[in-house]
């Protein structure tokens, strides 16, 4: 069964996909029960309140000081 996924959340202490069905009904399954993906934990934690993981910014700035480090003349 195909469907049109119109939003994830935590219902009744489950991971649920919602959707629509062919006569314009709200529904809900468990996503486990579908190919969606697992969803990220950081973003679950953040609720879209955070665009940047800790670990991520902080690789960055090391590979930022590598290029910048490797671009000064000695």
Do not use: H
Request: proline letters at 1%; charged letters at 25%; hydrophobic letters at 40%.
């Amino acid at each position: 069964m195909r469907f049109i996924l119109t939003t994830r959340r935590q219902n009744w202490g489950e991971d649920r996909v919602m959707f629509y069905d062919a006569e314009g009904r709200l529904c809900s399954m468990l996503a486990s029960w579908t190919d969606v993906p697992e969803q990220d934990l950081f973003a679950q934690a953040s609720a879209g309140r955070s665009w940047f993981r800790t670990d991520d910014l902080l690789r960055l700035s090391s590979i930022m000081d590598e290029i910048v480090g490797g671009l000064s003349v000695k």
